[in-house]
Every structure is written in C-alpha cells, then in structure tokens.
C-alpha cells in the first residue's frame, strides 16, 4: 500500500479559481511534509514545507495540516495558467544519521488549469 | 544559489546493457539522491548518500548500482537494462537538517530498444 496518498488524480479549474489538493499518510514516524511541483520536462521543486499542526500561508498557497489524521492539503486560490503542473505531497521521518532525510512521495496530483 | 546537473540529458540504451546516469551539484550539500519516475507511480527512491563516504538502499535498488565519488557526484548504473523500460531519473540533494528541502535536478530520460 502506498504509504501516502493523494486526491484528486487530476483536477481542472477555471483561471482564478481554487485549486484544493489532497494528501493523506499511513505512517504515524511521518514529522515533515513537503509540496512538491513539477512543470513538464523539470524536475519537482519545492512549493512549500508544514510541519506543525493548522494552516501555513505563502502567498496564493495555503498548506493545511493535522498530524492526528495524517491528513495534508494544499489549496491554490486565484488559479493561473503557469499553475498548471503536477503536484507532490511528499513526507519524511525525524532526521537520523542511518535514514538522513528520506522522501517518501505520493503518485501526484495533474493540476489544468483553464484560461 | 546552487544548480543540479545532470549528464545525459536523454539516454537510449540496448536490452542488458551497463548504463550509467551522472549527477553534480554546487549547492555543497552532504546528502544526494537518486529517484526513478515512472507515469503514475510518482517518484520511487534508488539510493542516497548520506555524506561523501556513505551509500544506502531505497525501496527500488534492485537492478542498480550507485557510487558518491566525491561531495558534489553522485553516479547511477542501470547493471543491466532491461527492454521497453522507459522512466525518469532524478536526482537530488539536501543539507543533514531534519526536514531539509531536497533540490532536483532535470532528469535523465531512459529509454531502452
């Protein structure tokens, strides 16, 4: 099973919409959760880390979380057409010398969004 | 600010061939990756380095092998390629700081005839 898992597949939203992202963990040693982004033909690059309960803002990019349910959500307001991409909800256990600081990813959430 | 290259950008390859996938970064990172993507199954991790003199297994080793030459390489072989496998490879690195953000690079595009 896989150990994080996200919702939708894909998603299509109207120009300046709301684009609302789901993510979800099985393991409880999860600590650190990452958004990851990738543009077609790149590699992901960070969108935006939380690591303690409630929401995290940047910018248009409000990132919530509650570590009872292990439940991670990524909500992108006034859509752009540069949005478009695939998105990653990411997480890892506390640093130790033998594991560093491994990802573990979900499949990905396609993100259209329509001009 | 740093830069993750990657060497070859596009890499076709013979069934049972030996092919290896380069990395640098500038970024003076301790810890590097290497991950696999494939169309629907996100990214899968192959090996990391912990540091310059430290090599570990991910979920996804089997079938290859890896070398950190040096803090700034870190270099995958595909021991032996098998037919229509097609995926992405990237790699990554990080600082030791729990939660570190980890920098990808732009992928290597594995195809095998």
């Known amino acids: 099973q896989q150990k994080v898992q996200q919702s939708p597949e894909s998603l299509s939203v109207p120009e300046g919409g709301m684009a609302s992202l789901n993510c979800t963990s099985s393991d409880r040693n999860f600590q650190y959760f990452w958004w990851y982004r990738q543009h077609s033909g790149e590699g992901p690059k960070a969108l935006m880390?939380?690591?303690?309960?409630g929401d995290k803002k940047e910018g248009r990019f409000t990132a919530h979380l509650n570590k009872a349910s292990l439940h991670v959500s990524l909500h992108i307001r006034d859509s752009q057409p540069s949005d478009s991409a695939l998105y990653f909800c990411a997480a890892s256990e506390a640093m130790t010398n033998s594991a560093g600081n491994k990802l573990t990813f979900g499949i990905g959430t396609r993100v259209l969004v329509r001009p | 600010g740093g830069i993750i290259t990657q060497t070859p950008k596009f890499l076709i390859g013979q069934e049972g061939q030996k092919l290896t996938l380069k990395c640098q970064q500038n970024?003076?990172?301790?810890?590097m990756y290497w991950y696999r993507q494939d169309s629907g199954k996100g990214l899968r991790l192959i090996y990391y380095?912990?540091?310059?003199?430290?090599?570990q297994k991910g979920d996804l080793s089997e079938g290859y092998d890896a070398s950190r030459e040096k803090k700034s390489s870190f270099s995958l072989t595909v021991t032996s390629a098998q037919k229509n496998e097609m995926a992405v490879f990237l790699c990554a690195s990080s600082t030791r700081t729990g939660g570190a953000e980890q920098y990808f690079g732009p992928g290597t595009r594995l195809t095998v005839l």
């Open positions: 970024f003076n990172h301790d810890t």
């Open positions: 880390s939380i690591f303690s309960d």
């Open positions: 380095s912990i540091t310059e003199n430290d090599l």
